[in-house]
């Protein structure tokens, strides 16, 4: 393995583990977000549904759900980039 | 190299030479791009107000119905009657992210200005002044220090870090977040869009048919993207908006 190891390129290591470390970070960062705005839309379809009239004011607190558990998944995002190559 | 595709590193895709100047004062496409939005947001309201007729035409239309957007769709809704002396502020920041952010779409320029972090970041700092200088105006600095950091009916046992968490998230995360989500945001669409154009390009070369399900896929997310410039610009307003309406009414 190590022998293996020793015959890469210098820096090819690192940068296939940037990678790695990348899809990590993005994908562990966009979980909670995934189920956290599932919830948001799905209880706002629900409230929609029962109550029509309210669905202007449902709708925009709906839109301000989603922007506040998205954000967590967008620092993910950004963090890849981060992540020094 | 994905799929035997040479995919443009991203410094590519949103770094673009310098046309004049140099250093800090450095002007390149984003920078004109900028101006023209600048440009575009007080024209809309200038040349739309200079003659007021009773039934609007043109460009009044458009501003009429942007003026009633922020005004009945973000203040009313989120800070009140007493707001309504910020829809002027709100509305100039909702036309001119919407109109950064269109750029994205232009065929021909196809670079969303708010691609770069350095206008979200700026834009965020200003809604951070904006609304810490609304909270000290309308309750005085101690009594504002005290409704932002403590909220109500919370137990003395863990008052400390219930404060530490609320003061980070007044000084540091609100506009850290408001920057981060505008500018992530239209990053991310902005390489959805290169993604799949390198896709189509290679794949017209190579196969002319095989090129139809991602030029199609390509449609779809061009219009799925001007959804997103609008739904941007719209959150960031409306945050904007609960920020201030928070500092002003510190019970809700």
Not at chain 2, 86 to 110: A, E, R
């Amino acid at each position: 393995m190590l022998q293996l190891l020793a015959q890469q390129a210098p820096g090819e290591l690192e940068a296939g583990l940037t990678a790695i470390g990348r899809g990590i970070v993005y994908g562990g960062a966009a979980i909670g977000p995934g189920i956290g705005i599932g919830i948001v839309v799905g209880n706002a379809i629900t409230a929609m549904a029962r109550q029509p009239e309210a669905a202007g004011m449902v709708r925009t607190t709906m839109f301000l759900g989603i922007a506040f558990t998205e954000a967590l998944a967008l620092f993910g995002f950004v963090l890849a980039f981060i992540i020094a190559g | 190299m994905i799929f035997g595709l040479e995919f443009p590193p991203i410094s590519h895709v949103v770094e673009w030479p310098t046309l004049f100047g140099s250093g800090a004062f450095a002007v390149n496409k984003v920078i004109i791009l900028m101006w023209v939005s600048a440009a575009l947001s007080f024209s809309v309201f200038f040349l739309g107000s200079r003659k007021q007729a009773l039934v609007p035409t043109g460009l009044q239309n458009v501003a009429e119905s942007a003026v009633d957007f922020v005004e009945n769709g973000i203040v009313m809704e989120t800070i009140g009657p007493d707001g309504l002396k910020y829809t002027p502020f709100l509305l100039t920041m909702f036309t001119f992210i919407l109109s950064c952010n269109i750029w994205g779409l232009m065929p021909g320029i196809q670079m969303p200005v708010n691609a770069r972090i350095a206008l979200p970041a700026f834009l965020a700092v200003l809604v951070w002044a904006v609304y810490h200088v609304t909270g000290i105006m309308s309750q005085g600095p101690i009594k504002y220090f005290k409704s932002a950091t403590i909220p109500p009916g919370v137990p003395k046992a863990i008052l400390p870090l219930v404060f530490f968490i609320e003061l980070m998230g007044i000084l540091i995360t609100r506009p850290l977040s408001l920057a981060v989500r505008l500018f992530a945001n239209m990053i991310a669409g902005h390489l959805l869009l290169v993604t799949f154009a390198v896709l189509c390009q290679a794949l017209w070369e190579a196969t002319k048919l095989g090129a139809a399900l991602p030029f199609a896929l390509l449609v779809f997310l061009s219009a799925f993207e001007i959804l997103v410039a609008f739904l941007q610009a719209y959150i960031f307003t409306i945050l904007a908006a609960v920020y201030i309406g928070g500092a002003m009414h510190p019970e809700h």
